[in-house]
C-alpha cells in the first residue's frame, strides 16, 4: 500500500517493491494521481494512487558491500519540492537501515510499514 503526501497543492506517494534482477528494494517516489471516479462511492477508497515513478531509491539487501543508489526518472525536467525530497530520502534511509540490520541478522530486508 503506498504512503501518500500533499504538498504545495500536490500529492506525493512513496511506495516499495522488490527488483529480483538487482536484489534490491525500491522505494519509489511519483506525483500521485486521482483514483477513478467509481471509486467516489467507497469510504475505504484511496484518492489518489502512485503515478510513475520520478525518483527510485535502490536498496541492495545480499550483499552489504554495495552502494544504495537512486535513479532519477525525469525526461520532462520533474521538480520535486524539497520537503518531498526530504520525506521520500527518510524512507530511503530507513530502508537502508532495514536492510543492513536483516542482513546482520541473517533475515531477508522486508520494507518498512
Known amino acids: 500500500m503506498p504512503e501518500l503526501r500533499a504538498h504545495g ?18 522505494v519509489e517516489l511519483s506525483e500521485a494521481v486521482p483514483a477513478p471516479a467509481a471509486w467516489a462511492d467507497d469510504p475505504d477508497a484511496q484518492t489518489h494512487l502512485p503515478g510513475p515513478p520520478c525518483l527510485v531509491g535502490v536498496v541492495p539487501d545480499e550483499d552489504p558491500g554495495l552502494e544504495p543508489t537512486v535513479r532519477v526518472f525525469s525526461p520532462d525536467g520533474h521538480v520535486v519540492p524539497y520537503e518531498i525530497m526530504r520525506w521520500f530520502m527518510e524512507h530511503v534511509a530507513d530502508q537502508i537501515e532495514r536492510c543492513r540490520l536483516a542482513f546482520r541478522q541473517g533475515e531477508d530486508g522486508a520494507p518498512l510499514g
Open 9 to 26: 497543492g500536490r500529492h506525493y506517494a512513496v511506495q516499495y517493491h522488490y527488483a529480483l534482477p538487482d536484489d534490491a528494494w525500491c
